[in-house]
């Protein structure tokens, strides 16, 4: 345990600040040199705001960084390992557990791929060209985003060229959404 002052705050000297901005507590030391604040249980410090930063008192969860340089947190509760160096340039992820297992990464703005359990993605100039495939039959296809899209799953079917012309299916046809040049015409029918 710590004792720390709750008088008053003279900023950016010295000063400990309860509940403020969504803060449980925040103190400082010649801010930028030291920074600390915790929310919802969860505390960081900052040697010097916002380059160094480590996660303290948590059974679960650690990180370490600097950014933005690198970076990595392990949650031992959720069973993930997320790192990056140079962010946003190169983000990685490990995710274990039973639920999803895999893989994930970026390399900004060139290349990403998803590699879990429960999907798999490939990204070429994020967000412009991906194709994502699910496990329960569901398929993606941006080819460049927002302009093509063509989506299947066991509920639903989409194929859009917008602005020129677009419909999703919903429930074998149950329900059809459509537009032509939008946002000019469009509309809903229900079965």
Request: glycine share 8%; charged share 20%.
């Amino acid at each position: 345990n710590r004792t720390r002052l709750t008088g008053p705050a003279l900023f950016p000297i010295h000063g400990h600040l309860p509940h403020l901005a969504l803060m449980d507590d925040i103190d400082f030391t010649l801010f930028p040199f030291y920074f600390n604040y915790k929310v919802n249980g969860i505390e960081r410090v900052y040697t010097p705001w916002p380059f160094y930063s480590r996660l303290t008192e948590n059974p679960h969860l650690r990180e370490e960084g600097v950014f933005p340089l690198w970076c990595r947190q392990v949650n031992t509760k959720r069973l993930t390992d997320r790192r990056y160096a140079f962010w946003p340039f190169w983000t990685s992820a490990v995710y274990g557990g039973e639920r999803n297992p895999g893989t994930s990464f970026l390399l900004f703005p060139f290349y990403g791929e998803v590699n879990r359990s429960n999907e798999t993605q490939r990204m070429v100039l994020p967000p412009f060209f991906s194709h994502t495939v699910g496990c329960d039959g569901y398929r993606r296809l941006d080819a460049p985003w927002p302009f093509i899209q063509f989506e299947d799953s066991p509920r639903r079917h989409r194929r859009s060229l917008w602005p020129f012309v677009g419909w999703t299916d919903v429930d074998d046809g149950a329900i059809r959404r459509w537009y032509a040049l939008w946002p000019i015409f469009g509309g809903e029918t229900a079965v």
